[in-house]
């Protein structure tokens, strides 16, 4: 018993630890002044305002220091309006720095397209309206790395995709969307940000999706290909990032390769999905979902998926009938699950772990709960507690009717036949969707 609860109150400190971690204060950049005296002197200066339908708006500018501003309105099923930026260096290969995209639409099925070469880029983006496209890439240009750029794409209405592809180091990306919310179809989010080179700074990307409303899916993947590159960061929220929204029915996604990365995805209210995979070490995976704490919300399902050493994953899950799976495989390895308010339905909890020094600790509130936890492996613990009363975590007169499985076995061989391959299935197959 003495061991249990020194081992308890270790794994509590060690999660708040990793809790501290997520999620993150990122300071959006200020647009810049749409003025011709405010551009910088030697570069070049570009601005299109159109009004109406169909219209075209095309902008090539090369070298450094560059802006460009294109404002579009104007709405029409047919007849979309289209904007395109691109800068870069001379020919694809010189240096191209500080350059400055702005384009703002407003309408229906509008397509924006800014690409962005070389390092210290800015675009801002903005479409107002249902079913627009707005797209943004910035990276390398020749054999020069891409480098400290920013994007920030925000739409407002329905059925929107929003696109950031980002490859090289230190670069920002920011999807917002705000939908109606009346349970039609939402909007959809994708930020792809890779780290295929190392310089003196050597730390990863960092990639924020707020959406707002119902039926929102958004993805994130980062990937570092050197093995000196730590720290990208992703985090994704659905429903409305101040608290003051639901977000039922949305779908999250986030991979990740590296090391001492961060994934933190946020959800509230009923129905949603989320599904995290990492590869590599000391990387930390947080799911939040209906972080109200109503009795009468839940059905929210979490899947997370850690290979490596020294990680950690977590789940946090209010109301009932909501499924957490974790898997793991490496050695140090933490896994904290806490599903609370279970009051009319049961939760359910899957812990899997394999390597060595691995812990675990799983926490259900009120009655009807499942958690099974399976380890192979040496110098493992385990600790699940049920149907405990007081008011951090449950009344009694509302507690029971819970089953704690626990199966630890030395050596080597392979996880029972519970491993979460169905669920990395339909993560995968989702991903591909996009």
Known sequence: MKNSIIFMAAVLAAGVVHAQQTPQTITKKTKQSQELNDATKGSNFSQIDQVGVGSNAEVLQRGLENASYINQTGTSARKQNFAKVLQSGHDMSNSSTQNYADVNQNGSKNEMYVEQYFQENESFSTQTGDKNLGYIFQGPNSDRLGQFNYAELNQTGDKNDSEIHQDGLN???????????DGSKGNTAYQDQISTNSNDKREGNTAISNQNGSRNESYQEQF??????????????????????IATNAYAVQTQSG???????????????????????????????N?????????????QFQRGDDNFVKTVQAGGNNTSLQEQRGKDNLSRTVQEFGITEGNYVQVIQKGDQLDSFVRQRANGNNSIVDQLGDNHKSVIR????????????LNGSN?????????????????????????????REI
């Not at 999807?175 to 109606?180: G, L, M, P, R």
């Not at 949603?272 to 590599?280: K, R």
């Not at 050596?411 to 989702?430: P, V």
């Open 403 to 431: 089953s704690a499985t626990v199966i630890q076995r030395n050596g080597d061989g392979d996880l029972s036949r519970q491993s979460l391959g169905k669920a990395r299935s339909d993560y995968s197959r989702r991903s």
């Open 259 to 289: 090391t001492a990365q961060e994934a933190y995805i946020d959800q509230m209210a009923s129905d949603n999905e989320a599904f995290q995979d990492q590869n590599g070490r000391r990387n930390t995976a947080v799911v939040e979902q």
């Open 386 to 397: 049920q149907n405990a009363t007081g008011s951090a975590l449950g009344n009694a007169i």
């Open 171 to 181: 670069n920002t990306a920011l999807n917002n969307q705000v939908s109606a919310n």
């Open 291 to 303: 972080l109200f704490g109503a009795s009468d919300l839940g059905g929210n399902f979490a899947a």
């Open 224 to 245: 570092s290909q050197v093995a000196s590159i730590k720290g990208n960061y992703g985090e994704i929220n659905q429903g409305d990032v101040n608290g003051t929204e």
